[in-house]
């Protein structure tokens, strides 16, 4: 088991493009591991590579339903709209109001290199979408309409 570091605001890696996967190897594997080992520990609700300061296109989310991975997550379709608050273990004490897509289809490779389809409404979608964007170095206090900031 190895949990990581959580990398919060301002490190440079959480504003990076992270770069596709292009072979699934013992690295990818042993990154799968460790972001599950620090999603738990950190008791979040999904988690993409560049938050623990690896540059590659991989998420890992769990919204009570059980582990998903995903390498090389895209949007293949999405509509509807949701409103709701959102918190970032990378951007800490903070919470916004985001208006996202309520339905996503999402297209990636699974650890064994098998292409999969992730279909999610409310709180999925808006997880997906959350840990997607930080694969393009967008951090959810860039689409909030507004932001509270706890002094603690
Ligand atoms: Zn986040």
């Known amino acids: 088991m190895a949990v990581y570091q959580v990398v919060a605001v301002p ?3 959480l504003r990076t493009r992270a770069k ?3 072979k699934i ?3 990818v594997l042993r990154l799968l591991e460790n972001m599950r080992d620090t999603l738990y520990e950190m008791e979040g609700l999904g988690l993409a590579a560049p938050q623990i300061g690896v540059g590659r296109r991989v998420i890992v989310y769990d919204v009570g339903e059980g582990l998903v991975e995903a390498i090389n997550p895209v949007v293949v379709e999405q509509e509807g709209e949701q409103t709701g608050m959102e918190a970032c273990l990378s951007v800490p004490n903070a919470r916004g109001r985001v208006t996202r897509a309520q339905r996503v289809v999402v297209e990636a490779l699974n650890r064994y290199g098998e292409a999969i389809r992730l279909e999610g409404e409310g709180l999925v979608a808006r997880v997906l979408q959350h840990e997607i964007d930080h694969l393009d170095g967008i951090l959810f206090v860039d689409r909030a309409e507004w932001v509270e900031r706890d002094r603690a």
């Open 11 to 13: 490190d440079e890696v």
């Open 20 to 22: 596709p996967v292009t």
């Open 25 to 27: 190897n013992q690295g």
